[in-house]
C-alpha cells in the first residue's frame, strides 16, 4: 500500500514558541492528484492529547486520503507526540495549533483550499479554527463530543462551528456513548449554513476512531470533499 504515495515529515512554529511535529502525505506522483486544484489539503487534527490522543491516530486515513490523490496532512498538537509545549484541558491553546499548521501550508506547500477534519476532542478544536482561516472551505467531524459530559470540557467550542457558514458534515456512529444521536440533531439545529450529517449504523465512538474503520471514513471525507 505504501507504494503509491509518501510522506515528509517537518516542523511547524506555532504560537508561544511551540513546534509542531507535522507529517505530510501525498501521492507519489504529484500528476496524479485526484483534484486539477493540487491546492486543496486536508488536515486532520487527532483526539484529545491528554487521553492519549496523537498524530499516528490518524496515519491509515491520511495513507488512504494520499493514495486516493489527495494531500493529507497530520500533526501532533502542543504535548502530543514530538511536539513542544503543553497539552490543555479544554484544548483552546491547541486551537492556535491548527491555526499554525494552516497558515504554514498555504505559506509553502502553496494551498489555496483546506478541508479541516476532526476526531473525538479533535472535532472542537478544529471548528474552533475553521473561521480563523480564510482558505478553509470545508469541515468535517468524526464523532464530536457534544454530550453533556464532554461539554464541560469542550462545550465553549461549540458556537465557532455552528455559527460558521461555512459547509459542515458531522460522521458519527449511531453507539457513540458521548454524544446521542438525539444530541446530536438538537445541537445541529442552531448551526448556519450547510449542516450535514452522516450517521454510521451501530458503531462506537472508540470503535469509529479505530482502522477498521479508516476506509469507510476515508470515503465520507471524499464524498465530502467532491460536493464542495
Known amino acids: 500500500m505504501s507504494s503509491n504515495f509518501i510522506v515528509e515529515s517537518c516542523s511547524v512554529d506555532s504560537e508561544e514558541g511551540v513546534k509542531l511535529h507535522t507529517r505530510i502525505f501525498k501521492p507519489r506522483n504529484e500528476g496524479?492528484?485526484?483534484?486539477?486544484?493540487?491546492?486543496l489539503v486536508i488536515v486532520l487534527?487527532?483526539?484529545f492529547s491528554l487521553l492519549g490522543g496523537c498524530q499516528a491516530l490518524l496515519k491509515g486515513i491520511a495513507s488512504e486520503l494520499a493514495s486516493k490523490g489527495f494531500k493529507a496532512v497530520t500533526f501532533?498538537?502542543?504535548?502530543?507526540?514530538k511536539s513542544t509545549g503543553r497539552a490543555t484541558l479544554t484544548g483552546f491553546a491547541e486551537v492556535k495549533d491548527v491555526v499554525a499548521v494552516c497558515r504554514w501550508l498555504c505559506q509553502n506547500v502553496g494551498a489555496h483550499r483546506i478541508v479541516l477534519v476532526g476526531s473525538s476532542a479533535g472535532a472542537p478544536i478544529a471548528g474552533s479554527a475553521v473561521d480563523q482561516v480564510e482558505q478553509v472551505v470545508g469541515y468535517v467531524s468524526l464523532g464530536y463530543p457534544f454530550g453533556l459530559m464532554a461539554s464541560i470540557l469542550f462545550g465553549r467550542h461549540h458556537k465557532a462551528i455552528l455559527s460558521s457558514p461555512k459547509p459542515k458534515l458531522f460522521v458519527m456512529g449511531t453507539q457513540d456513548g458521548f454524544t446521542s444521536v438525539s444530541q446530536l440533531k438538537k445541537k445541529l439545529k442552531s448551526a448556519v449554513g450547510r449542516t450535514e450529517t452522516h450517521l454510521i449504523e451501530g458503531v462506537s465512538h472508540f470503535q469509529m476512531e479505530g482502522p477498521e474503520?479508516?476506509?469507510q471514513v476515508t470515503d465520507i471525507i471524499c464524498n465530502f470533499i467532491s460536493s464542495l
Open 32 to 39: 496524479e492528484e485526484v483534484s486539477d486544484d493540487g491546492n
Open 76 to 81: 501532533d498538537t502542543r504535548g502530543a507526540g
Open 213 to 215: 474503520y479508516d476506509s
Open 45 to 47: 487534527v487527532h483526539p
